[in-house]
């Protein structure tokens, strides 16, 4: 089953899909919104903001379905949705072909965060489940917390603490504060024009600072 949860002050989606009933769902996705402690960091301040309205979608295939749903509306843009990039990561493990979802491994967490408890509400083997949660930064993983596996993962976090803080900044003040707050790899060799190049190709909103000499991003 897919879920959307939809901004009703600017029509903004969160997408995701579910194993959970939609009353079970439903429950738990509103207590961990309402106490502060869902994983999507930009979801969370929008919902103290604004209101939002919940639907379901009966689907055979909700794993290709959720992601042409996000790709398709472009949802991964901060302007545009909610969404994280790692949504879309594959399962990994010998749990590759599970219909469990990501999205539940990381409300059951957040609702409730004991590893032991989440292992045993989806029968998998802990550390198969810890990997999930790292991917969204809900566990502590060195090895993944040292690296970011895609180009486009450290671009779109970056955009999304962008919004998070609520205030324009260059180029340069958004990698220094994904360095400050990642361990980023050398090898990607992630530079300032690059990030530009990216926020102006998906249409991250700019404007011209004639006093630094340089585009300044803003949040819309």
């Known amino acids: 089953m897919i879920y959307i949860l939809e901004n009703l002050h600017n029509n903004k989606k969160f997408v995701g899909k579910t194993n959970l009933s939609p009353f079970y769902l439903k429950s738990i996705l509103y207590e961990v919104l309402d106490s502060g402690n869902h994983y999507n960091k930009y979801l969370q301040k929008e919902w103290f ?74 029968n998998m083997q802990r550390n198969s489940i810890s990997n999930r949660l790292s991917n969204f930064e809900l566990y502590d993983n060195v090895y993944y917390s040292r690296s970011i596996a895609r180009y486009e993962d450290f671009y779109w976090t970056s955009a999304r603490l962008l919004y998070l803080e609520g205030k324009c900044l260059t180029a340069n003040q958004i990698l220094d504060r994904m360095l400050h707050r990642y361990e980023i790899s050398d090898m990607l060799r992630i530079t300032p024009r690059k990030i530009s190049k990216f926020y102006v190709t998906n249409g991250i909103t700019s404007k011209d600072d004639k006093e630094k000499g340089c585009l300044v991003f803003c949040p819309r």
């Open 49 to 122: 903001k604004h209101n939002f309205k919940i639907s379901f979608i009966e689907c055979e295939n909700c794993a290709e379905e959720c992601d042409n749903i996000i790709n398709n509306e472009d949802l991964l843009n901060p302007i545009r949705g909610y969404n994280l990039y790692a949504d879309l990561s594959p399962n990994r493990g010998r749990y590759r072909q599970s219909t469990i979802y990501n999205d539940d491994i990381c409300l059951v967490w957040c609702y409730f965060p004991k590893i032991q408890f989440v292992t045993r509400t989806f």
